[in-house]
């Protein structure tokens, strides 16, 4: 079945420091795109760091290796590098944004070509959780741009935090037991990126 396709924003911002996300309504399919035409200027004071997930700890080549975190003035953003995207395949982001308590706020499902996910608020990771309304949440998992995953959170959703932190799990179908791969490690963090 085709899908509609979702570009995702330019991955490097610009000098300009803005960045524009266009829409491209896709082939047929009622779900609706992932993204709304948005313009959101970057603040200069973004802190984003790039941490890295081994590559190769599953053997093939769905393989999570960079996970990009900005911490913005408006939103926070990740970014995945998933090794491969297709249909069938998912990903679950955790976000931790109240350091006192150890495990993760909120969590966002994302699944390719879907607009079905949403921002959980949950208590652990392993909390089904409650949704959280969020209008302002965009996600983009694009099986036809499939080096990249990623999801953008108003801060105002999440009572705006000042460091996150993040954990994310990518889950693969494959023909036999499907492939899993958490980064950095199962139900870690990697570290906190200040505000
Ligand atoms: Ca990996
Ligand atoms: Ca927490």
Redesign the pocket.
């Known amino acids: 079945m085709m899908v509609p396709i979702t570009p995702e924003p330019p991955r490097h911002k610009q000098p300009g420091r803005s960045m524009v996300v266009h829409i491209r309504r896709g082939v047929t399919v009622g779900a609706v795109a992932l993204l709304a035409s948005v313009a959101v200027l970057q603040p200069a004071q973004a802190d984003t760091e790039t941490f890295r ?3 190769g ?2 053997g093939v080549k769905a ?3 960079t996970v990009r975190v900005k911490n913005g003035a408006n939103r926070v953003t990740v970014v995945v590098r998933p090794g491969r995207l297709k249909s069938g395949d998912y990903f679950r982001f955790w976000l931790d944004t109240v350091p006192k308590n150890r495990g993760p706020e909120y969590k966002v499902e994302v699944y390719p070509n879907s607009d079905g996910f949403g921002l959980v608020r949950v208590g652990s990771f392993r909390d089904k959780g409650k949704l959280v309304g969020c209008p302002g949440l965009r996600a983009n998992a694009d099986i036809f741009t499939p080096d990249r995953v990623s999801i953008s959170v108003p801060r105002s959703c999440m009572h705006n935090p000042g460091s996150v932190r993040v954990s994310v799990r990518g889950h693969y179908e494959y023909r036999g037991p499907d492939v899993v ?1 958490w ?1 950095p490690a199962k139900r870690k963090f990697f570290g906190w990126v200040a505000r």
């Open positions: 997930d081994k590559a700890d599953t393989d999570i290796t791969d980064a």
